[in-house]
């Protein structure tokens, strides 16, 4: 069983579209989180939810907004795609944001391609 | 600002040893992690360092010095297949992970 899982894999798209990505997992943590690796391999932060508590990075743009249906989901849905939005998008999950350890398990990511 | 260095490409040869530094400010520290990434997959976690001093796991250990914002990731009898990226990241005073660019290590026979 895939412990941290996201689709589509891949995703190629016109300029000015909406997407969303899905994640799923199936380790019972209490956290979840959205990360963009750009082409020069920097992993950045976009967003973390945990217990219905989002935490937002202030240089992510409003069209990126992660929705979470239940525990185990955080979708992330991107409206008027740009260029710029070209990426790796990796989910990840965490027992809990705080605990000591916080060894975070990521998905396979989505390679974003906006034409 | 906040800020993670680490040298963007390293190589080395199997067999051999190799340290890969990161230095790192940032606001508030609640501990250094690091984590493996080959090419086209997802990062994994290799290590976790809170309190200065050396963990060591199997061939991985990493060290760390908080009053001199330094962390190194060591590598011990180099494999073909440890040729990856390695990423360290600062968790922040949010607990938000705070992410170096990564070194890429390649090894060579």
């Known amino acids: 069983d895939t412990a941290v899982s996201q689709t589509p894999k891949y995703l190629v798209t016109q300029m000015g579209n909406d997407k969303s990505i899905k994640c799923e997992q199936n380790?019972?943590?209490?956290?979840m989180y959205w990360y963009k690796q750009d082409s020069k391999k920097f992993l950045k932060i976009m967003f973390s939810?945990?217990?219905?508590?989002?935490?937002i990075n202030e240089t992510v743009p409003n069209r990126f907004s992660p929705k979470s249906p239940d525990k185990a989901h955080l979708n992330l849905h991107i409206n008027s795609l740009e260029l710029g939005d070209s990426a790796v998008y990796f989910c990840?999950?965490?027992?809990?944001?705080?605990?000591?350890?916080?060894?975070?398990?990521f998905g396979p990511g989505t390679r974003l391609t906006v034409l | 600002g906040q800020n993670i260095d680490q040298p963007t490409e390293m190589t080395a040869t199997e067999g051999a040893i190799v340290q890969i530094n990161c230095t790192y400010q940032?606001?508030?520290?609640?501990?250094l992690v690091w984590y493996q990434q080959h090419a086209g997959e997802a990062p994994t976690f290799l290590s976790y360092?809170?309190l200065d001093g050396l963990e060591e796991k199997g061939r991985f250990s990493s060290f760390l010095s908080r009053s001199k914002g330094y962390s190194y990731l060591l590598l011990k009898e180099l494999q073909m297949k440890d040729s990856a990226s390695y990423l360290c990241?600062?968790?922040?005073?949010?607990?938000?992970?705070?992410w170096g660019a990564g070194t890429k290590l390649i090894i060579k026979p």
């Open positions: 380790l019972g943590h209490d956290t």
């Open positions: 990840a999950s965490s027992q809990d944001i705080a605990d000591s350890y916080n060894e975070q398990f």
């Open positions: 990241a600062v968790r922040d005073s949010n607990y938000q992970l705070i």
């Open positions: 940032t606001s508030g520290f609640n501990g």
């Open positions: 939810y945990n217990n219905k508590e989002l935490i």
């Open positions: 360092n809170v």
